[in-house]
């Protein structure tokens, strides 16, 4: 395993049809474990264990409720496994493939003490990982609202991508749900990339010294990443600047910060923030963040420069962070947050026909 590998103890990967985002420390195996756990606490499924023979065996449907991006099939593998290799599961479609309203894509077969223990576990894992493929797809043919889809169009040619806005202990999954639906990632956490924000400049003392304490403490450990830095007025953009034409740094982007105004007439006002980028001049990646809704993104992607925005809500989509950009001299990242929208959910039947809850 490499240093950047996610652990994935005693499944293969060969087989898999869109990998998992790679993070140096994040078990997927464990996360599965304590998913079971936590629904068979101390002593497991008392319901099943009274009500059915423990030899019975069973076959299970998959069928699709919705329209949608199917994900987790990957995953939902690696549970079944977990639970009892014994168990057979066969599929009709693979990550990242669409599905449509009443499709049976996929069977499970064994004992059905096993089968009932590790649906609800699949199904979880399955739906929120749907839900995020489905809204992250760019897909003409899918049907309902999407706001991503929405959003992204407004900002074309814009790239998305997501947050670290995602659920406590599930980022790697729902990250790898983005890329099933043909999204991308951006940053995976703390470790792999250097954001200098507002709170590290004033403990720092200021632009510069933030900066200068970056590029000791990368050199000195021998390390090589992204490093980005907020600011918030021309004067901290020519700070950077000055500091950048004086010294080797690491620097990569500037994040131009509340520099896009909101009109009454549902505009937007960027002259601040094209003088920013007139400085700029294509030497570091820019990012402009805040004030960005639906209705100013276009404005603001046509610039060609990157965008982000905090605050914008939809009933579409329950989240409040999107980030797009558009490439301009430099290839820009964005993002848009990863959460679950569950347009896509899977029920099991026995071979009785007789649905299993």
Not at 117 to 129: D, G
Not at 172 to 186: C, E, P, S, T, Y
Not at 195 to 204: P, T, Y
Request: aromatic fraction near 6%; hydrophobic fraction near 40%; charged fraction near 25%.
């Amino acid at each position: 395993m490499t240093a950047t590998a996610t652990k994935l103890h005693g499944v293969s990967t060969e087989s898999i049809s869109i990998k998992p985002p790679a993070h140096p420390t994040y078990d997927l195996k464990a996360v599965i474990k304590l998913a079971l756990a936590e629904d068979a606490g101390n002593r497991g499924d008392i319901t099943c264990m009274a009500t059915i023979p423990a030899d019975m065996e069973v076959e299970a449907y998959f069928l699709a409720k919705e329209d949608g991006i199917i994900a987790g099939i990957a995953l939902a593998e690696m549970v079944f496994n977990d639970v009892d290799p014994a168990l057979k599961v066969e599929w009709s479609k693979q990550d990242g493939d669409s599905v449509h309203k009443g499709l049976q894509f996929g069977k499970v077969h064994g004992r059905a003490h096993n089968v009932v223990v590790a649906e609800r576990v699949v199904l979880n894992f399955m739906q929120r990982m749907s839900g995020i493929a489905t809204l992250t797809k760019r897909n003409e043919r899918l049907t309902g609202p999407c706001f991503f889809k929405a959003m992204a169009d407004a900002a074309y040619p814009a790239h998305i991508l997501e947050t670290r806005k995602t659920a406590p202990g599930l980022r790697l999954v729902d990250k790898w749900a983005v890329l099933i639906g043909g999204g991308r990632n951006h940053r995976m956490g703390l470790f792999d990339m250097v954001m200098i924000k507002d709170n590290h400049i004033s403990v720092a003392g200021g632009v510069t010294n933030a900066l200068k304490s970056v590029d000791t403490y990368l050199e000195q450990n021998k390390l090589q990443m992204g490093v980005e830095i907020e600011t918030r007025t021309l004067k901290e953009v020519n700070e950077v600047l000055d500091y950048a034409s004086r010294t080797k740094t690491s620097l990569t982007r500037i994040m131009l910060d509340n520099m896009v105004v909101p009109l009454s007439n549902g505009g937007v006002d960027v002259s601040m923030l094209l003088e920013a980028v007139k400085l700029i001049n294509g030497t570091f990646e820019t990012e402009a963040s805040g004030n960005v809704t639906l209705e100013t993104v276009h404005n603001i992607g046509q610039t060609g420069r990157c965008i982000d925005t905090f605050g914008e809500s939809s009933r579409h989509l329950p989240e409040d962070r999107y980030r797009a950009c558009t490439p301009s001299r430099k290839a820009y990242k964005a993002s848009v947050a990863s959460v679950p929208f569950l347009l896509l959910s899977v029920d099991s039947a026995n071979d009785l026909s007789a649905t299993i809850l």
